[in-house]
């Protein structure tokens, strides 16, 4: 459900400047909407965020036509209003420094560089507005030999190794593998979301803003996690075990009559639950299985043994009678399974918005649980230009004289009306 009030929230009062594109900078500043602060999208006039065209699927309008928002673009952009300003003429750069005065939260993902010949950089910045939390996104971060090169999602997984760890190993047909999904700019927005509640915490207690300068290398290098601290540890370069974890056994999908399904075995006791489940409870008391360390060091020995005992039952099967005793397992749901399951729909995982050209528009909730400050949705992902006049409005004065003289002059571009494609 969305909420009527505006101000509401955990962040409520906080301005958010976004100067942001493509995802990981619209992580960020999404959830920060979501918690409550007002934030403001600023865009290329004409064609706006990149991922506004990065379709099909297109959102529909209620005559069934496809619109210009993309259902990339609208995964992580609600919660905030459009202003299309073009920030390489003085009057849009005039207007962006206006707005960061106001503010107190600015993020961006322009090229190392950019932002300071346009006198927009945290120094310029900070010179009139010495509280503001200024969060530089890039590629490679603001320093170091790399700084100057662009950085996207699948190029940061493959230079920062996730792509070696992912897929199935080259004796099994397999290739290094990319996640489903762009992993690496989605952490990057939840590092740079932490960074910056720590910076207003530290706002708080000094009224000093900051740099938080935030790399997508450095965050995936950070979360390479227990396989990476595994190489620095033994130095030895792990491979690809498709499905399999590198430290514990068995705990991968499994073959069943029907289909696949998960089994998760996290521990002796769960594995010794399996065995009676399966008919073969000598399993367990063999040594070389008989504890975790030695299943995983006489996995390909003990993996095919399981995977005969699993093919003799459906999924559904095996997944009703482990539960039963308490081992982890699970299905392997695509898509459509998810957001039709119970638990997904209960815990509102799922939600619609009002949309002023589609009518609603479905999207996926926001994870965060408080008591006393829950996230609020507010406003849908904002049409290119929505909300802009207001916003000049509010924070810097305007006048329509001079919205419309912005306007005429190429510094801005405006709807003919709110709630139409711009």
């Not at 070696?164 to 004796?171: E, H, M, N, R, V």
């Not at 952490?187 to 979301?193: K, R, S, V």
């Not at 190489?231 to 030895?236: A, F, Q, T």
Request: charged share 20%; net charge negative.
């Amino acid at each position: 459900m969305s909420d009527p009030n505006p101000k509401t929230g955990p962040l409520s009062g906080l301005i958010v400047l976004d100067l942001s594109r493509i995802l990981a900078g619209p992580t960020c500043t999404q959830i920060l909407g979501d918690l409550g602060a007002e934030v403001i999208k600023v865009e290329r006039p004409g064609s706006g965020d990149d991922t506004r065209g990065w379709g099909p699927p297109f959102l529909q309008d209620q005559n069934g036509e496809d619109t210009r928002e993309s259902a990339y673009y609208l995964s992580s952009n609600r919660n905030k209003r459009s202003l299309a300003v073009d920030v390489s003429t003085d009057a849009g750069q005039k207007l962006i420094k206006g707005l960061a005065a106001k503010a107190d939260i600015l993020v961006e993902n322009f090229k190392v560089g950019d932002l300071k010949r346009r006198g927009l950089d945290y120094s310029s910045i900070k010179a009139c507005n010495p509280g503001l939390i200024y969060c530089s996104i890039s590629g490679f971060g603001q320093t170091g030999p790399y700084a100057s090169r662009a950085g996207y999602d699948f190029l940061i997984q493959g230079m920062g190794g996730i792509m070696s760890l992912t897929g199935f190993p080259d004796g099994e047909g397999g290739a290094e593998t990319k996640a489903g999904v762009g992993v690496a700019d989605v952490m990057c927005g939840m590092y740079a979301t932490v960074s910056i509640l720590a910076a207003l915490h530290h706002r708080s207690a000094t009224g000093k803003g900051q740099h938080i300068d935030m790399s997508l290398f450095d965050c995936q290098v950070s979360w390479l996690i227990n396989q990476g601290v595994a190489y620095l540890v033994s130095g030895e370069v792990p491979g690809r075990l498709g499905n399999g974890h590198p430290t514990i056994v068995p705990y991968e999908t499994f073959p069943a009559s029907d289909k696949s399904f998960i089994l998760a075995v996290g521990n002796d006791s769960q594995f010794r639950k399996f065995c009676a489940v399966a008919g073969a409870p000598e399993l367990a008391e063999d040594e070389r299985f008989a504890t975790n360390d030695q299943r995983v060091r006489h996995r390909t020995t003990l993996v095919p043994l399981v995977r005969k005992l699993t093919i003799n039952k459906s999924a559904e099967d095996w997944i009703s009678v482990l539960e039963e005793q308490g081992v982890p397992c699970g299905p392997v749901n695509d898509l459509a399974a998810v957001f039709s399951d119970p638990q997904v729909l209960a815990r509102d995982m799922l939600i619609k918005l009002a949309h002023p050209v589609s009518g609603e528009v479905p999207l996926i909730g926001s994870p965060i649980r408080m008591s006393e400050t829950p996230v609020t949705y507010r406003r849908s992902p904002p049409l290119l230009g929505e909300g802009g006049k207001d916003v000049l409005r509010e924070l810097l004065g305007l006048s329509d004289e001079e919205l419309q003289g912005l306007k005429e002059a190429g510094a801005i571009q405006l709807p003919d009306q709110e709630g139409s494609e711009a």
